[in-house]
C-alpha cells in the first residue's frame, strides 16, 4: 500500500496523544479478478474451441448480457484499483459493442426478427453480422482476460487456458 492509498483512506487524527483512524481496506485486487476470471471460466462464448458456427446465437446473445450484468457488478468494487476497472470496463464495451453490432435486445430472439424472413436471409445474417462480432467480441475479451491474470498474479485455468491472444 502506497502512501497516496494511506491518505486516501485516513479518516481522521485525534491529539494530543496521537491516534489515527482508517478506512478498512476493500477486497484485494487480486480476489476481484479470481472471481471475474472464475466467471468467466464456465462462460462457453469464450471458448475458442467451440466454433463459431456452431454457437447458438440466442444462447449467445443471452450469455452476452449476463457477462455485461456481472462486470457491472464488480465494477462497484474496483474503486481502489483504476487499472483493474479499465479491464473491466473494457470487457463491458467489448459486450456491449457485440450486442449493439447484432442487433438486439435483452429477451429478444434473435433469429425470430421480422426483417429476416426466411432461411436464406438468416444464413447470411449470420455469417456476416454474427460471427464477425462474436469473433471480435471473443479477440478483445482474449486480451483483457490475459491482462488481468498477467497483472493479478492468476494462473489462467479450465477453457481460459486456451484463448489465444493478439496483442
Not at 449493439?100 to 430472439?109: A, R
Not at 426483417?115 to 483483457?144: G, S
Request: glycine content about 6%.
Amino acid at each position: 500500500m502506497g502512501i497516496k492509498e494511506l491518505f486516501r483512506r485516513l479518516t481522521g487524527v485525534s491529539t494530543p496523544i496521537g491516534g489515527v483512524s482508517f478506512k478498512p481496506a476493500g477486497e484485494p485486487e487480486r480476489t476481484i479478478a479470481f472471481r471475474v476470471l472464475s466467471f468467466l471460466e464456465d462462460r462457453r462464448i469464450l471458448n475458442w474451441y467451440h466454433a463459431v458456427a456452431v454457437e447458438d446465437p440466442n444462447h449467445s446473445v443471452k450469455s452476452v448480457f449476463e457477462i455485461r450484468n456481472y462486470l457491472t457488478e464488480q465494477l462497484q468494487r474496483t474503486e481502489a484499483y483504476p487499472q483493474l476497472a479499465g479491464c473491466l470496463w473494457r470487457m463491458r464495451a467489448a459486450c456491449r459493442k457485440f450486442l449493439d453490432e447484432v442487433g438486439v435486445q435483452e429477451g429478444e430472439d434473435l433469429l425470430a426478427r421480422r426483417d429476416l424472413k426466411d432461411r436464406e436471409e438468416r444464413w447470411e445474417y449470420l455469417l456476416q453480422v454474427f460471427h464477425p462480432a462474436l469473433i471480435a467480441l471473443r479477440e478483445e475479451m482474449a486480451v483483457c482476460i490475459t491482462e488481468l491474470a498477467e497483472r493479478n498474479n492468476v494462473d489462467l485455468f479450465g477453457e481460459l487456458k486456451n484463448i489465444p491472444v493478439k496483442r
